[in-house]
């Protein structure tokens, strides 16, 4: 059984939804499929944290403040999680799954971090 979770940019509520998912044992294979079939793997020992967020002159796809994709344009990605044989249908998905929708105007910044700053 596997969780497939949508993200990102919604154009149509013009809202950010931002996922949070939290180190259970109840998915052990994660990963985040970005629209142009780029794919980044999660890591089901660990917190992540994905969100979409502005970078420079565009935006970010981030997880854990690390920028795994960026684009001109504000986009929609999708999660796929793969459930473990301890996932029944009576635990609920929302003990590990966090969604944090925030209105557009409203996105975060996102400055990565300048190992030699004056």
Not at 16 to 32: D, E, F, M, S
Not at 77 to 99: G, Q, R
């Amino acid at each position: 059984m596997s969780f497939i979770i949508k993200a990102g940019y919604n154009i149509v509520r013009k809202d950010i939804i931002n996922v949070t998912l939290k180190n259970t044992p109840y998915w052990n294979k994660g990963t985040i499929y970005i629209p142009n079939g780029i794919h980044h793997e999660l890591r089901e020992n660990e917190f992540n944290e994905i969100e979409l967020a502005r970078y420079n002159a565009g935006y970010a796809i981030l997880v854990n403040n690390n920028v795994i994709y960026d684009s001109a344009f504000p986009l929609d990605y999708k999660i796929t999680l793969m459930a473990t044989p301890e996932y029944n249908k009576k635990v609920n998905m929302y003990n590990f799954i966090d969604y944090d929708c925030i209105p557009y105007k409203y996105i975060r910044t996102f400055y990565p971090p300048y190992l030699n700053r004056i």
